[in-house]
């Protein structure tokens, strides 16, 4: 679904902001076939940085949503290494 990539890839330019050493960003988005599961669709965020990988996994009723939350994580975590490295 080109809508739903090109969504993901905008949101994920705004990594650049937070940190300007990304190696490699990896994002899976998945159905988990659990039948009776409302809360079915999965992201997963992997971000490769020098000396460090973040990976994040977020579920909820649709990809948007679970990206948003996996990222919304992400971005916290690279803060808080940026922090420590500058401490």
Same mark, same amino acid.
């Given at each position: 679904?080109?809508? #739903?990539?090109?969504?993901? +890839?905008?949101?994920?330019?705004? #990594?650049?902001?937070? $940190? ?11 159905l988990?076939?659990v ?6 669709? =999965?992201?997963? =965020?992997?971000?490769?940085?020098? #000396?460090?990988? @973040?990976?994040?996994?977020? $579920? ?6 679970? @990206? ?11 803060? +808080?290494?940026?922090?420590? +490295?500058?401490?």
């Open positions: 679904d080109s809508k #739903l990539i090109g969504y993901v +890839k905008q949101k994920l330019e705004k #990594l650049n902001s937070f $940190t300007d050493s990304i190696i490699q960003v990896q994002v899976f988005l998945k988990d076939n039948v009776h599961n409302i809360k079915d669709k =999965i992201a997963e =965020i992997r971000v490769h940085i020098p #000396l460090h990988n @973040f990976f994040v996994k977020s $579920t909820s009723k649709s990809f948007e949503e679970s @990206f948003d939350d996996a990222f919304d994580s992400l971005v916290i975590q690279i803060k +808080k290494n940026k922090e420590r +490295k500058a401490a």
